[in-house]
């Protein structure tokens, strides 16, 4: 019972919760390697090795590898390598054990830096420093220490604005399927996003995406890396599967120390969880563990609740970590788990479509199915504009309503519809091309974006806009001549 | 949680998780409650075989070692409760997280007792006499709060006798004595056992109505007092906010909120909302009703397992005072995959989606909890259980939905598509049933609202009616639909907008009394019995549809929460706006 190591003491961000002796003391080479099997290496004679521990792996020829501790039993330690056991043989390899979980160093000596997934740089620079160490997967927030999500951050993006407005502190999905400018989108929400007077950081974290994905996003936010206030953590389709792991823990451990040591807003985004949780998938299979649906592990909601639940805005701290994750819906399925689990964990989510693309329209949100449930706390009265929260839902419901009168229009054609029913088929037109549809670099004005609203809906009768008070029709709806 | 018994302390042998196997140790019971390794972290047993035992770690288990000491507390998982519980916030395992650092770390497992709690000072009001005779259930005496729930002492159970002794009035901590019952000394606060249920004299058949102020619950699938409900709803159909409206409006004592696996930002703005609104019938703020349980999705997940429990054991301590509490656990599934997660480490053979095979008899060991009964102290109580279920892909038919609808009274389904054109609360009046309406109606009868029943029928007839029309006027046209037809649909649309929709966010719509709902649904019957009128008149229904009925559908939050006296008013000037048309 009684330990040498004392009480611990709770963690103070800036300090090493691990003593020096655990860091540096366990160094010994194991070389007994009992198997090899997918992502997995069993060591033996590893007594004494803890649970989540991180290792070195080193080979024959002097590379080297990591390793997560996934399981320990008796002398024996169930490790998972992260760039794959490709060319491992039983004989030869060396593990070296760190004595605790994995750590990164934090600091602002991140901003400007472009690194792969595990935070080597790739740009040719010095290995990142800085300023502390911390723990990848992170301590749960005391959620009495939360500060409900209150202030909006703009994208200069109208319909996401407009009609979806993205929180500080939130986590807020793009929903989306292959072929789509999913990517895009999350780029020029990188590119655009900014916070009223505060201090804005952007953290990228790829996670299989393509080469030419990568050139994209590099090329993007080249001008946001070169002012500083950005970190791309890059992980290509063709690198380690396992590695994916890591990439969307260490993004917001990074986020965190700047948003609650450095007090900048931080916004995360994370492309693509698919490719994250197939990679979780992986590593539960190697293990021949039982699966829940579609083969993923039954702890993937936890799991992902890990990653995502590290958004927030914390009292007494001035900064605040915003995530924005993407993910592809194989075949468009929104029930498949991985975009089912984080609709449940995310406040909202937004939905992109392929019909509305097909209409041409950038961004191609399917705005009925989008929804963002802080926009209530973010927009209106002292966040945004009086009357934002009333031209959203009335643009919602009002877009609702000409979608049926477009269906019936299909019946019945557009001539045998009431008069209503055609002013709600000439306001979807209007909506769409005028608010919803935008460049891929143009950055909108909350007031442009609102305006845009409005002269939609002058389309409408008056007696149509019941969401809408008399003194905002007064004051904002556009009188036309006629 | 000292060790009791030297020799009973064993050594970590396997680590996966939340999964710890251990071996040496003896005399170990089932549940009991061990520490692992330097950190101490808490762990229940959950098998023993010879020495060895297996346990799931209610921490996160990162660094723990193969032979690292594992030390038994010779007790069960159990809570520390008495005087201090309202307002407050607690993790799953019911450790105060108000006076927690702002990162949890496992650190924190060292200090079971929290320094904060036990030194503060209540002030204790004696009421027993000593010298007589009491037994568990009496009450020894009585302690006030911020709010105006008096917490009372309890003789706890099992214990009876001559008191003895009776601490006087003024100050003591909860630790203290305040009272001694033949040999037994009774402190202000007690350990109580989370698994357990807590004793009570004989369950009440008769249903009473539970008022949430909320219209499609209180007029369409109302709750008894007691009895247990379940929301299941896939995500963005609006739970949450729903079980929060619960939270704010039910006419209960105490409210035991349970954030189970869900968001923290989420149990940030109960907490937030709770504290800045003000409960209209004692004047005292929301909060200082509730005592909050969040175990959010990012916490330990075995202390999740552990929440639900924590929640039913606090209501049903504050039962035990002769209050009426209702428990509202979001959400029941992140539980459910807590145990699916154990048994899985654990080898537990699957039943169905890789949910163990007590799945069920866990669910009703929780929904059982429920009930309205005389306590050990003779008064009249009651634990409401509300739990919502998040079905994987909305799927209804998922083990957590189809279990759990099989405990209880009431289901309030939440529906998609009424979410996705913004009807809240999407409960579905297709897919939802209340099992004790009959007898509620019955309850109504006898209490001044002989109509409720009446009411109930026709608003569930004609949504019925409007539903079956609507998909007919899909194949053949609206306009192929005779007069009366076409009445019923409008009526079903303004049933649906006018009455069932509710604004959680307005002042006068979030909550609504049952006297203000009666007079709603009036106002859309009798425009409905108007339209009828004028069809039969002759009328043109394409001139009925084009005439305004923003009045019928505002009322709801153009006036007060219990303000029917307008709603009626406003049913004559729309009559005769409509009888007016020709």
Redesign the interface.
């Known amino acids: 019972m009684k330990d040498s190591t004392g009480p611990a003491k709770e963690p103070i961000e800036g300090t090493d919760p691990a003593p020096l002796s655990d860091r540096f003391g366990a160094q010994i080479s194991h070389g007994d390697i009992r198997e090899v099997r997918g992502p997995l290496l069993v060591v033996g004679g590893a007594g004494g090795v803890g649970w989540d521990e991180f290792a070195t792996i080193d080979l024959a020829g002097g590379e080297s590898r990591h390793g997560l501790v996934l399981e320990v039993d008796r002398d024996l330690a169930t490790l998972q390598v992260l760039e794959s056991t490709d060319g491992m043989s039983l004989g030869g390899i060396g593990v070296r054990f760190d004595g605790r979980p994995l750590h990164v160093q934090v600091g602002t000596q991140w901003l400007g830096r472009v690194c792969n997934g595990r935070g080597e740089p790739l740009d040719g620079g010095p290995p990142v420093t800085g300023t502390a160490t911390l723990p990848v997967s992170g301590w749960p927030l005391n959620p009495v220490y939360r500060e409900p999500p209150q202030e909006p951050v703009l994208t200069g993006i109208s319909v996401i604005d407009g009609l979806m407005t993205l929180v500080r502190g939130q986590k807020l999905p793009i929903f989306s399927v292959p072929g789509l400018p999913h990517l895009t989108l999350a780029t020029q929400i990188a590119a655009q996003a900014t916070s009223s007077g505060q201090s804005f950081r952007v953290v990228f974290a790829a996670m299989g995406l393509t080469h030419a994905d990568i050139a994209f996003v590099r090329d993007r936010l080249e001008e946001r890396s070169a002012e500083k206030e950005l970190i791309l953590l890059l992980n290509a389709a063709d690198d380690p599967v396992i590695e994916r792991i890591l990439t969307p823990r260490i993004a917001p451990t990074i986020a965190e120390h700047l948003a609650y040591t450095e007090s900048h807003d931080v916004l995360v985004v994370m492309s693509d969880m698919t490719s994250y949780a197939e990679a979780v998938r992986e590593v539960s299979a190697a293990r021949r563990e039982i699966p829940a649906r579609r083969g993923y592990p039954g702890y993937l909601y936890s799991d992902l609740a890990t990653l995502y639940e590290r958004c927030g805005r914390v009292k007494g701290h001035d900064g605040s970590v915003t995530i924005v994750p993407v993910l592809t819906m194989p075949a468009g399925d929104i029930t498949h788990p991985v975009p089912d689990l984080t609709g449940y964990i995310t406040e909202g989510q937004i939905v992109l479509a392929p019909d509305i693309a097909a209409r041409g329209i950038y961004p191609p949100v399917d705005v009925l199915s989008s929804l963002s449930r802080l926009m209530r706390s973010g927009a209106g009265k002292g966040r945004t504009r009086e009357d934002h929260p009333d031209v959203a839902a009335q643009v919602l419901a009002a877009l609702a309503r000409a979608r049926q009168a477009t269906e019936l229009a299909e019946l019945v054609g557009e001539a045998a519809l009431s008069e209503t029913d055609r002013s709600y088929i000439l306001y979807r037109t209007l909506v769409e091309k005028g608010l919803f549809d935008q460049a891929r670099d143009e950055s909108r004005t909350l007031e442009d974006t609102l305006g845009r609203a409005w002269t939609a809906l002058a389309a409408l009768p008056d007696k149509e806009l019941t969401m809408l008070p008399r003194v905002f029709l007064d004051r904002y709806l556009p009188r036309s001549g006629s | 949680m000292e060790?009791v018994a030297e020799g009973k302390?064993g050594q970590v042998?396997?680590?996966?998780?939340p999964l710890v196997?251990i071996e040496g140790v003896e005399r170990l019971s089932m549940l009991e409650l061990m520490t692992l390794g330097?950190?101490r972290i808490a762990a229940e047993t959950v098998a023993i075989a010879g020495t060895k035992a297996t346990l799931q770690a209610y921490e996160?288990?990162?660094?723990?070692?193969?032979?690292d000491?594992a030390?038994a507390t010779g007790a069960e998982l159990s809570s520390l409760m008495g005087p201090g519980l309202l307002g407050q916030?607690f993790d799953g395992l019911m450790r105060p997280?108000?006076s927690?650092?702002?990162?949890?770390?496992?650190?924190r497992s060292?200090s079971t007792a929290d320094p904060v709690v036990l030194a503060r000072e209540w002030t204790f009001v004696p009421t027993a006499v000593p010298g007589t005779n009491v037994s568990a259930g009496d009450v020894l005496g009585t302690v006030p709060e911020s709010g105006s729930v008096v917490h009372r002492v309890l003789v706890p159970a099992g214990v009876y006798g001559v008191l003895s002794w009776v601490a006087p009035e003024g100050k003591v901590r909860v630790l203290d004595p305040i009272a001694v019952v033949a040999d037994h000394v009774v402190s202000l606060a007690e350990r109580v056992p989370i698994r357990r249920a807590r004793p009570f004299l004989a369950r009440h058949t008769a249903a009473v109505p539970l008022h949430t102020g909320q219209r499609v619950l209180d007029l369409v699938f109302p709750l008894a007092r007691g009895a247990a409900a379940t929301v299941p709803g896939?995500?963005?159909t609006g739970k949450t906010m729903m079980l929060q409206q619960v939270a704010k409006w039910s006419d209960a004592d105490v409210i035991v909120y349970v954030?189970c696996?869900e968001?923290?930002?989420e149990?940030?703005?109960v907490?937030?909302g709770l504290s800045q609104l003000e409960d209209a019938r004692t004047g005292d703020r929301l909060i200082d009703r509730t005592v909050i349980i969040?175990n959010?999705?990012?916490?330990?997940?075995m202390a999740r397992e552990a929440s639900i429990f924590t929640g039913i054991t606090v209501a049903e301590y504050y039962r035990d005072m002769g209050y009426d509490v209702v428990v509202i656990a979001d959400s029941t599934s992140?539980w459910a995959?807590?145990l699916?997660?154990f048994a899985?480490?654990n080898g537990d053979l699957?039943a169905e989606?890789?949910y163990p095979a007590n799945l069920s008899s866990e669910l009703a060991s929780f929904y059982e909890r429920a009930g309205r009964v005389t306590t050990l102290g003779g008064q009249s109580a009651s634990v409401t259980v509300i739990g919502a279920v998040?079905p994987?892909?909305?799927?209804m038919s998922e083990p957590v939905t189809t279990d759990s609808q099989r405990f209880v009274r009431s289901l309030w389904m939440l529906d998609r598509d009424l979410a996705?054109?913004?009807h809240y609360p999407a409960v579905s009046w297709t897919g939802s049933f209340a099992r004790d309406a009959e007898e509620l109606g019955n309850w109504h009868a006898a209490n001044g609202q002989p109509g409720w029943a009446i009411r109930r029928a026709r608003t569930v007839a004609l949504l019925a009616e409007s539903d079956r029309l609507a998909e007919l006027a899909e194949i053949i046209?609206r306009s192929s639909l005779p007069g009366h037809e076409q009445v019923l649909l409008l009526g079903g649309r303004l049933l649906r907008d006018g009455v069932l929709m509710q604004n959680a966010?307005s002042n006068n719509d979030g909550y609504c009394s049952l006297e203000k709902g009666a007079a709603l649904l009036d106002l859309v019957f009798d425009v409905v019995d108007a339209c009828q009128r004028l069809v039969e008149r002759g009328v043109a229904v394409a001139s009925i549809e084009e005439a305004?009925f923003?009045p019928v559908?505002?009322a709801r939050e153009e006036f007060g929460p219990s303000d029917d006296a307008s709603v009626r008013a406003r049913s004559a000037e729309v009559l005769a706006a409509l009888e007016a048309l020709q």
């Open positions: 060790p302390d042998v396997r680590v996966s998780g196997e330097p950190q996160y288990t990162g660094g723990l070692k193969v032979g000491v030390a916030v997280l108000s927690a650092p702002m990162w949890l770390t496992p650190a060292q896939g995500f963005g954030g696996g968001r923290g930002n149990m940030a703005d907490l937030d969040a959010t999705s990012n916490m330990p997940m992140r995959e807590a699916r997660e899985n480490r699957p989606e890789g998040s994987p892909g909305g799927d996705y054109s913004r046209g966010l305004d923003g559908l505002r």
